[in-house]
C-alpha cells in the first residue's frame, strides 16, 4: 500500500517508464531504433524532481528502489521527462469524466468531428 500520492504518482510514472522503455526495444527490434529519449508528460509537479534527483532523502526513502527505474532511463537517454498541466493533458478525455466544456476542448484538440447520429427503430 502506497504511503502517500507521491508515492502512487511515482509508481505510475515508473510503470509508464518501464512501458516506454519496453516500447523502444520493440521498436529497435523491428528495425526502428529511437535515436532520441522516449519524451514523458506528466501532470504532477512534484514526482518529476523526485525522479530526477538521485538523493535520497526523508520524504523518499520509504519508496522501493525498484520504481528507481526512472531515473535509469533517463541516465541513459532512453527517456525524458517533462511537466505537462492537467488542463493540456489529453488522455483525460478517456481516464476522467470531463464537464461538457472539458469535453468539447479535448475532442477538438483530438482532432474528432462531432457526429450526429440517429437511431432507427
Same mark, same amino acid.
Given at each position: 500500500? +502506497?504511503? @502517500?500520492?507521491?508515492?502512487?504518482?511515482?509508481?505510475?510514472?515508473?510503470?509508464?517508464?518501464? !512501458?516506454?522503455?519496453?516500447?523502444?526495444?520493440?521498436? +529497435?527490434?523491428?528495425?526502428?531504433? !529511437?535515436?532520441?529519449?522516449?519524451?514523458?508528460?506528466?501532470?504532477? &509537479?512534484s514526482v518529476i524532481?523526485? +525522479?530526477?534527483?538521485?538523493?535520497?532523502?526523508? &520524504?523518499?526513502?520509504?519508496?522501493?528502489?525498484?520504481?528507481?527505474?526512472?531515473?535509469?532511463?533517463?541516465?541513459?537517454?532512453?527517456? &525524458?521527462?517533462?511537466?505537462?498541466?492537467?488542463?493540456?493533458?489529453?488522455?483525460?478525455?478517456?481516464?476522467?469524466?470531463?464537464?461538457? @466544456?472539458?469535453?468539447?476542448?479535448?475532442?477538438?484538440?483530438?482532432?474528432? @468531428? &462531432?457526429?450526429?447520429?440517429?437511431?432507427?427503430?
Amino acid at each position: 500500500m +502506497a504511503q @502517500s500520492t507521491a508515492k502512487v504518482e511515482y509508481i505510475s510514472l515508473a510503470a509508464n517508464t518501464n !512501458q516506454g522503455i519496453w516500447l523502444r526495444k520493440l521498436l +529497435a527490434d523491428l528495425g526502428q531504433e !529511437q535515436s532520441s529519449p522516449t519524451e514523458l508528460y506528466y501532470d504532477n &509537479k512534484s514526482v518529476i524532481p523526485i +525522479a530526477q534527483n538521485p538523493v535520497q532523502h526523508g &520524504k523518499t526513502k520509504h519508496m522501493n528502489v525498484k520504481f528507481h527505474s526512472i531515473r535509469e532511463g533517463e541516465k541513459n537517454s532512453l527517456v &525524458k521527462l517533462h511537466y505537462c498541466s492537467t488542463d493540456v493533458q489529453l488522455v483525460d478525455i478517456m481516464t476522467k469524466a470531463p464537464l461538457k @466544456s472539458r469535453l468539447e476542448f479535448l475532442r477538438l484538440k483530438l482532432g474528432m @468531428s &462531432k457526429a450526429n447520429l440517429k437511431e432507427e427503430c
